[in-house]
C-alpha cells in the first residue's frame, strides 16, 4: 500500500525557534492534510490542502502541497510550549472524502526550557 | 467543522468478549465514517470505512469477522471488536469528512483506548 515517509521522526528545539517538518510519498496524493495529536486524543486539523502548489497558513503554520503531489511540508514560525506534541502528515488518494486517509510516522516535537 | 463523539473513551475488557465503540456526528449527517488503529507510539492506519445502509469495507489484513462495523444511521457508525485478545488493545479512532466550511478536512472522534486483560 501507500506509505508517507515523514522527517524528521522528532525534534529538540528551543521555545521561539522556528520548526519544520516534511512528507514525500511515491505516490501521488490529491488532497494533503497536517494534524497534531496530544496523548491521548484523536488528531486535530491544522491544515488542509487540495491543490497543487497550495501554500496555506494558518497562523504561525504555514504548509505546502508539493506541485509533483507527491511531498508536502509543514513549517511552525516562533515555536511556543503549546506546540508540544505530535505531528502527522496524511494524504488521501481520491479526494472529496471517498476514502480514508495514509499517515505518515509522525514528528515529536519537543520545546526545551 | 463537524463535531464527532466518540463513545467510550476508555474500556477495559476480559479477553474473549466483545466490545462496542460508539462513533457519532453530532451536527452532520456522514454517508460515510472512518476507523482508524493507533497502537502506542506509532501511526493511525485505516482499519475500514463505514458506509451507511451499505457493508463497511475494509483495508487488506483486518478481520472483518473481528471487527464487526455497523452504520445503521447517518450519524452513527459502531465498531464491534469480537472475542477481544489482549494484542487487539490499542487505541480506535473515527472520522468523518464534512463537504464544507472553511478549511475542511477529516475530523477526527477523541478516541477510545481498549485494554484488553
Known amino acids: 500500500g501507500q506509505q508517507l515517509n515523514q522527517s524528521p521522526q522528532s525534534m529538540f528545539i528551543q521555545e521561539g525557534e522556528d520548526v519544520s517538518m516534511n512528507c514525500t510519498s511515491s505516490?501521488?496524493?490529491?488532497?494533503w492534510l497536517w494534524y497534531k495529536q496530544d496523548p491521548g486524543e484523536g488528531p486535530v486539523l491544522l491544515i488542509a490542502?487540495?491543490?497543487?502548489?497550495e501554500l496555506t497558513s494558518n497562523g504561525r503554520l504555514t504548509a505546502q502541497f508539493g506541485i509533483t503531489r507527491k511531498d508536502s511540508f509543514l513549517n511552525i514560525s516562533a515555536s511556543i510550549p503549546s506546540d508540544v506534541g505530535i505531528y502527522f502528515c496524511?494524504?488521501?488518494?481520491?479526494?472529496?472524502?471517498?476514502?480514508?486517509?495514509?499517515f505518515g510516522k509522525g514528528t515529536h516535537l519537543i520545546i526545551q526550557p | 467543522g463537524a463535531v464527532v463523539s466518540q463513545h467510550p473513551s476508555w474500556v477495559i475488557c476480559k479477553s474473549g468478549t466483545s466490545v462496542k465503540i460508539e462513533c457519532r456526528s453530532l451536527?452532520?449527517?456522514?454517508?460515510?465514517m472512518f476507523w482508524y488503529r493507533q497502537f502506542p507510539k506509532q501511526s493511525l492506519m485505516l482499519m475500514a470505512t463505514?458506509?451507511?445502509?451499505?457493508?463497511?469495507?475494509?483495508e487488506q489484513g483486518v478481520e472483518k469477522d473481528k471487527f464487526l462495523i455497523n452504520h445503521a444511521s447517518l450519524t452513527l457508525s459502531t465498531l464491534t471488536v469480537t472475542s477481544a485478545h489482549p494484542e487487539d488493545s490499542s487505541f480506535y479512532i473515527c472520522?468523518?469528512?464534512?463537504?464544507?466550511?472553511?478549511?475542511?478536512?477529516?475530523?477526527f472522534g477523541s478516541g477510545t483506548r481498549l485494554t484488553v486483560v
Open positions: 472520522s468523518v469528512y464534512p463537504f464544507a466550511g472553511p478549511n475542511y478536512g477529516y475530523t
Open positions: 505516490s501521488i496524493f490529491n488532497t
Open positions: 490542502l487540495y491543490k497543487a502548489g
Open positions: 496524511a494524504g488521501q488518494l481520491r479526494g472529496g472524502g471517498a476514502d480514508g486517509l495514509t
Open positions: 451536527d452532520f449527517q456522514a454517508t460515510t
Open positions: 463505514s458506509n451507511e445502509g451499505s457493508k463497511a469495507t475494509y
